[in-house]
């Protein structure tokens, strides 16, 4: 029985234990707050303006049994994945551009955050997964550019608004937030426009001391500039701004009375006209043309009660029989009224309309001029006239003597394009002919002296159409409305150096088609590159300074202006470029002409040799041996590079001595540098070369003066510094045996020495003699040394 409860309590057991065994806690992320780049990217904020592919955070967690974690991320359904996160390291990556005032007008109302987005990040250990919504929000940027609500537009002002009035409000707002947001108005050129804005409120006025006119201007046009306070965007302090235009369409006042067009006005009763007639239409129209006020016609004096008016239209009707007509002329005053939209009668203008009686039509039209009939009107005027002008030279008067319909005719002005036309173009017995500018840019007298047209007067509702022409001479006269133009913007020109001064270089042609004065052409040239040339303000001849000498070596390209003006002042500009061609003037030069030099066997050496030319190919140089002595030439050289070297086959002095049989290893060369230019030029310079082999030169200073030869300096160093190295040792010892006697305070006496007189003769040194002291010996070895390297070299 007791074995029996031990076997149960130790089932227990082993079901417990497994139990917690089975046991699994979920993983979890670190918490490390708002302004932390790992742990579960709560409270995380990212500027606007980060950049796509930047690693914004990295998410960071553990499980409690240390298993290995893997990190999600994803957002809402129909919401937009800006960041993808990468499942072992966590690290998150933006993968689209961040827009927050995109981000607020894409918001619905009811899920408006406008500067965040909702994240749904997770961790799991393969058995569990945690899951939590975090909020990023977006950083503003000054990104956005202020837009306006109530621009472009147009509106009308009365020219009669007084100065400082307010006339609009601007409005526009930037989407940004804090400074970038503010926006603040300024007009494009404030100095010169008749308005002036409040930068803060955008209110419009006029400026102070300014006032409209729509006789002068009768519309602006004004810029508005709407800039923000500024903010950073990629690390950088930003601006933004917006323009846009106002238009402002002046209103006109009434301030200007009616006047009548086409006067005088001549009207005519024929003996056949019943009453209600038409005799006339007078035509008047408000001064004020911007905003014209309707016109009312009446008659003031003279129409005896036989004449009626329209009073809207003008026309003037027959009230009874021609037979009962008193009077033969009769000279109305018709009086032309501006009516207020209130009804009221304002200012008016009085003109006379003379009434004939006539008879059938048995008369063509007729043109007069100030001495009677006419059918030739000639006028001298200026060439491009203001359209809309009157040509007030032209008196023509045209007439039909019938009576009523008989009298009533057409005007046509037939004639080149439409320059000019013709008012009235339907007239009743006379009327006074206007001929206005139609096409004021046409009339140009350098398309034509002189216009020619046709006058025609055609009856209208007669049978017979009876008709006249006159014809009109438009002599044009010029003025100078034409700048001088060249034949090209620029021109190239070359000129051989060495040229003589006063040589041509260049012919420039501008041409002016304005007549006289106007038309003749000065040239003269500038320019830092004009030093060296004159021009013939007249023929527009380009030639050097009588003093010049130009030289390609020295400066090849210059380059000026040209400039062509008329008697007013009017001019254009060409741009000249002179290129100075090289000529082959310059022999090539060798740094000396006598060199020496050593050659190694193996080594080569090289000549060189200048050419002061300034282009190929008259500074290419060619080098060539012309002689050599002894005449053996076992010398090759490169005619490119001047390098002189033995034949390919000679690798020792025992092969020279092979093939030259000559015991002096001494050559002289004659070496020719020339030039490829035409002509070519050359020159020649003697090159003694000494042929050495590696092994002479090794060793001793005798080896490194041989090396040395053709180093002056560097030979003069050595020297210098040996006397160097002798004046300290010199020093040293003097200084140490001063040293030495002052410090044994002994007093020698003074010995004479006599020594006795030996013969004397010239003291030669011996070079085999051993020396005494060191410094002796050193010289003895030096000497010993140098007759054994010349011995060797003198073998060849």
Sequence with gaps: MKNVKISHLTLVFVYVHACFAQADFAPYFFDNGPYSHNGNMALFSLSEDTAIGTQIYSLNGTDPEGHEVRYGLSFDPGSKEYFRVDPVSGNITLVEALDREVNIACASEDTRKQDSIDVLVSITDGQSKVVERVTVFVMDTNDEKPEFYNLPAIIDVLETTASGSSIYKVEAVDKDTGSGGSVNYYLQNPQTTLFAIDRHSGVLRIRSGETLDYEKTKTHFVTVFAKDGGGHFNGKEQFMSSSATLTINVIDAQDTPPFFIGTPYFGYVYEVSVPGSEIFTVVAKDGDVGNPNPIHYSFEDGDDGVFRINKTTGCITLLSLPIYLRREIFNI?????????????????????VIRVVDLNNNPPTFYGENGPQNMFELTMYEHPPEGEILRGLRITVNDSDQGANAKFTLRLIGPGKMLRVVPQTV????????????????????????????????????ERFSATADIVIHLLDTNDNAPKFSSDYYIARIPENSPGGSNVVSVTATDPDSGPWGEVKYSIYGSGADLFLIQSASGIIYTQPWASLDAEVKSKYNFYVKAEDAEGKYSLAEIFVTVLDLNDHPPAFNDNFLETTMVIGAPVKVEAMDDDAEVPNNVIEYAIMKAEPDNNIFDINTETGEIMLKSYIKSMAIIKNITKQRDCTWSLVVQARDRGQPSFSTTAVVKIDITEATQLNGGPMGFLMQSRNKPLQILGMLGGLISLMVLVTVFISTATFVRNKKSNRILPNRRIRRRPQNQGWNFKSPFKKPESPGEKFKAEEQEHEPGARGHRGEC
Excluded: C, W
């Excluded at 206005?436 to 025609?456: G, I, N, Q, R």
């Design 333 to 353: 005053k018709v009086k032309a009224s501006e009516v207020s939209p209130e009804g009221r009668l304002l200012d008016y203008a009085v003109t006379t309309l």
């Design 428 to 463: 009743l017995n006379e009327a006074q002919v206007t001929i206005l500018v139609e096409d004021s840019a046409a009339m140009d007298y350098e398309k034509h002296h002189f216009l020619t047209y046709k006058l025609l007067a055609v009856e209208i509702d007669t049978p």
